[in-house]
């Protein structure tokens, strides 16, 4: 038996004193009154008698990483089934699924059958530790069980054997069964590419490959170099490591990509033929500079400010092509065209690995741009919030969500496209005016309403919107545009808008679309289309004509992630007058010099600007003289970088004056290098990578003999792609000069290594991993030899048949709460003690301090009851206590009239006279 408060046992001390003294009667009553307390208190403590006969918990992990059989899922799903089947009352069956996160497929269930998997996961890594920690916690602690695991045992991440020994301290064991691919004959890998960690431009250098063969083949060799071939022929593979000699020279600065492949027939593992190497040439930091205008003011000045320029037209943005760049300057750039890897990348230099960001405005930038709510607007020295002096006039707003079952599919994140998209309404629909009018309806087959066209003021329920639901089939965008113009007409506003979102490869039955589309524009109504996927979807060419007819814009979102900032993007565009497009003065603020010998006398006018506010701490050195009293130019330090805002146009309809002023030149310049300052090297540090199979290890050489820093360093590790977050990792010292840092790459691509010493940065050479540390030669030997050795830290054993799992899993104790049974039976005791103080027992006793218990004397028959004068003085003396002569008479204690003793006195003495007694 257990209690859950035990502590309310003390209370039986003071309670049992306290009926003791004030509540004790003669005979039964007094023993039914102490055990009524006894089973109180008991009921208070929460008393739990614990049986073993609750059955057991059994968590099949199951590992569906990039090595395992191709029908893993079938095969998973069968010998869940089988375990389900055996299920005594009281056994459940939970399922974990794996690759470099665990998921929780089905909670412990008593219940129903597994449905299958349906929960992605990114099968480039195996972390079986990470899954068995996941086991262990989805196992309640007062439960017994088992975990099963079902695995080719090629794990990665850290030692599962820690996670094995967390679950035997509770008592849980780990089983196995072994699934894996057939061992093939033949394995030709690329184990490494060799290449040194930096060389200066138009220096010959040499590098080397190391290809593992399990047999004796001849195979084919292929070297490129960012795409173009360098080599290709036969080579004849010796069983073990064949090391390849090879040599290159590179003319130009920056970061180049070697890939090393090798073909030969009867390979049985070709997902490891490929190797991949990044080698940084080093030169002048750059200046990489996203225009669309390639000739215009911008490139002209810094071309001709004797920078290393590299003007290109914006693209998707990756760490690769940003190494080796000291500054990124944004010209009127809209943040779709980079792509939301492409945004994290660039907070990632910037903050990370101290490189700068100069941003100009227009029409496609800032607010407008869609960097709101965006990774780089945190970045920004200027804030992108919407104030109320901002407001146009109001509108009305009609959102039209995609509802079909697509909208039902999980991103990496574990949430919904649904659950993304009603993210962004719900930002979107925060940053209307109170007089605006707006209505939200989720289409599928049909149109379902969440609300009708109403005023915000009114108050919006936005939990509805946040909930969302995925229905079936695709969007039928007729039937949606039909309901957008049926609701947007009711409105009266100046500004009527409707907004579709839509899958751009599963948008059906247009219907009547043209015809709608021309009623709303003959209404002056403007339709813009939000598309979930890529221009080249089937159904893209369809969004941008329905975009295109209904006189607004057309988004495509490559990334789910992405949804949230495209809709306040589009909001903004609408609702929102973030960029002022009239003419504005200029004056000089104090961190003007920042920037060199700029002249604060004759600035010119700005044809308009995209409307900001200074951040806090933020420095401003040009601000407009207007209503708004904007800042212009502001910039400040971010993280161990620096950025600059110019919420001017450079070049195009609103630069105004700008493009005649004489110092134009000069300020540009000095934008661009103040942030170029903050990437200067670290004293005579060094700091080195090197890759072992998928291990990385990062280490710093101090120069003998300098000051220790003051904050200990720390190494953080950015993935080329930008779709992961940053990583970081203490470094360790290993010598009194040398620091080091490790970390396991869990999947393929480029990663690139930042040591931070306190503000100050290193970047180090970036490493690659080709392909998944899964697929790294070896054979199935040392993956059984790791189930083995974690089911033989809590006794589990090799699972072939499914059959007796239950049987001997250990039972789990229930708990079977005593409570209410103690609560009845008090009441029982209650009702037990007030019939036996009522019919059975004697009066209760009352002691007195001042008088002695007065005798009775029967009365004669025939008598009065009300006794006689000289009775009472009878009794009297005889109560009295003798005197002695010179003493003070003593005189009993009377109640006091109208108190609580005299009431009962008197009330018993009525009793008395009924009674005859």
Avoid at 15 to 42: D, E, H, I, N
Avoid at 439 to 447: E, I, L
Avoid at 759 to 770: G, I, N, Q
Avoid at 827 to 844: C, D, N
């Amino acid at each position: 038996m257990t209690f859950s408060l035990p502590q309310a046992w003390v209370l039986l001390l003071p309670l049992g004193l306290f009926l003791w003294k004030y509540g004790r009667r003669p005979g039964p009553p007094m023993w039914l009154r102490a055990a009524l307390l006894v089973l109180v208190v008991g009921a208070l403590s929460g008393p739990e008698l614990r049986l073993a006969d609750a059955g057991s918990d059994v968590v099949v992990v199951v590992d569906r990483s990039a090595s395992m059989p191709r029908d893993v899922d079938r095969t998973a799903q069968e010998l869940v089934t089988l375990l389900e089947s055996q299920r005594r009352p009281g056994d459940r069956v939970g399922v974990i699924t794996f690759g470099r996160d665990a998921r929780v497929e089905q909670p412990l269930s008593n219940l129903g059958g597994f449905g299958g998997f349906t929960r992605p996961v990114d099968a480039e890594a195996s972390d079986l530790s990470a899954a068995l920690d996941a086991a262990s916690a989805l196992i309640p602690d007062e439960r017994a069980g088992r975990v099963l695991v079902l695995s080719d045992g090629r794990a990665t991440g850290v030692d599962a054997r820690g996670a094995a020994r967390r679950l035997a301290a509770r008592g849980l064991a780990v089983d196995w069964r072994h699934l894996a691919r057939p061992e093939p004959p033949l394995d030709v890998a690329v184990v490494s590419v060799d290449v040194p960690a930096a060389v200066s431009e138009r220096e010959p250098f040499q590098f080397s490959a190391v290809v593992h063969a399990s047999a004796a083949v001849t195979g084919t060799v292929r070297l490129e170099r960012n795409g173009r071939v360098l080599l290709q022929g036969p080579f004849d593979f010796q069983p073990g490591p064949n090391v390849l000699p090879l040599r290159d020279l590179v003319e130009e600065p920056g970061l180049v990509r070697y890939q090393l492949s090798v073909a030969a027939p009867g390979d049985g593992v070709v997902e490891n033929d490929r190797g991949v190497a990044v080698l940084r040439v080093e030169g002048p930091p750059r200046v990489l500079l996203l225009t669309n205008q390639s000739r215009g003011t911008l490139a002209q000045s810094l071309a001709a400010s004797g920078l290393q320029l590299d003007v290109r037209t914006p693209f998707r943005l990756t760490l690769d092509d940003l190494d080796g760049v000291g500054t990124v300057v944004l010209e009127n750039v809209d943040a779709n065209s980079l792509g939301e890897p492409g945004l994290n990348a660039l907070a990632a230099y910037v903050e990370q690995a101290g490189g700068g960001l100069v941003m100009t405005g227009g029409r496609n930038s800032f607010g407008e741009g869609g960097f709101r709510r965006s990774p780089v607007e945190p970045l920004l020295p200027v804030s992108l919030e919407m104030r109320e002096e901002q407001r146009r006039a109001s509108l009305a707003l009609s959102v039209l969500m995609d509802a079909s079952c697509s909208m039902g599919m999980t991103v990496p994140d574990g949430r919904t496209k649904m659950e993304l998209a009603a993210e962004g309404v719900v930002a979107a629909l925060t940053l209307l005016n109170p007089k605006d009018e707006v209505s939200v309806h989720m289409v599928d087959t049909a149109a379902h309403e969440i609300f009708p066209l109403s005023p915000v003021e009114a108050g919006l329920p936005l939990d509805a919107v946040a909930r969302g639901f995925s229905g079936g089939g695709g969007i039928y965008v007729g039937e949606a545009l039909r309901t957008g113009r049926t609701e947007i007409l009711r409105s009266e506003k100046s500004t009527r808008h409707v907004l579709l979102f839509s899958d751009a490869a599963d948008s059906e039955e247009p219907e009547d679309y043209q015809r709608t589309l021309a009623h709303l524009r003959e209404q002056d109504v403007t339709v813009s289309v939000i598309g979930l996927g890529v221009p080249s979807d089937p159904d893209a060419e369809l969004l941008r004509e329905v975009a295109h007819r209904g006189g607004g814009r057309v988004y495509f979102a490559e990334d789910a992630m992405s949804l949230p900032r495209i809709f306040s993007q589009e909001t903004l565009t609408v609702a929102r007058a973030t960029f002022v497009d009239e003419p504005a003065s200029l004056e000089g603020a104090p961190d003007l010099p920042l920037l060199g010998r700029l002249s604060a006398q004759g600035l010119p006018q700005v044809g308009g600007y995209n409307l900001t506010y200074l951040k806090p701490r933020a420095n401003v050195a040009l601000r407009t003289l207007d209503t708004n009293g904007a800042p212009i130019l502001a910039m400040w330090p971010r993280g161990a970088g620096r950025t600059v805002a110019f919420t001017a146009e450079v070049d195009g309809p609103y630069t105004g004056e700008l493009r005649t002023w004489a110092s134009l030149r000069a300020a540009l310049e000095g934008m661009v290098r103040w942030t170029l300052a903050g990437a200067a090297p670290v004293g005579d540090a060094v700091v080195r990578t090197e890759r072992r199979g998928h291990l990385l290890r990062v280490t710093l050489d101090l120069p003998p003999g300098e000051a220790l820093p003051g904050a200990a360093p720390t190494m953080v590790l950015l993935p080329g792609d930008g779709r992961a977050a940053p990583v970081e990792r203490p470094m360790r010292w290993e010598d009194e000069d040398r620091l080091v840092a490790e970390y396991p790459l869990e999947g393929s691509g480029t990663w690139h290594p930042v040591v931070r010493l306190g503000a100050k940065v290193l970047r180090a050479p970036p490493v690659t991993l080709p392909y998944a540390p899964e697929f790294e030669p070896g054979s199935a030997k040392a993956g059984l030899e790791l189930l083995r050795a974690i089911a033989a830290v809590g006794g589990g054993v090799e699972r072939l048949s499914m059959t007796g799992l239950f049987m001997e899993a250990p039972e789990s104790l229930g708990r079977v709460a005593l409570a209410p049974w103690l609560v009845a039976l008090a009441l029982a005791l209650l009702l037990a003690e007030v019939a036996v103080r009522r019919f059975l027992s004697a009066p209760r006793l009352r002691a007195s301090r001042t008088r002695e218990r007065s005798v009775s004397v029967p009365a004669a028959p025939g008598a009065s009851s009300a006794p006689s004068h000289a009775q009472a003085t009878r009794t009297a003396q005889t109560s009295a206590p003798p005197t002695h002569e010179g003493d003070a008479a003593v005189t009993p204690a009377k109640p006091a009239e109208g108190s609580v003793d005299s009431a009962l006195d008197a009330a018993r003495a009525r009793a008395r006279r009924r009674l005859d007694r």
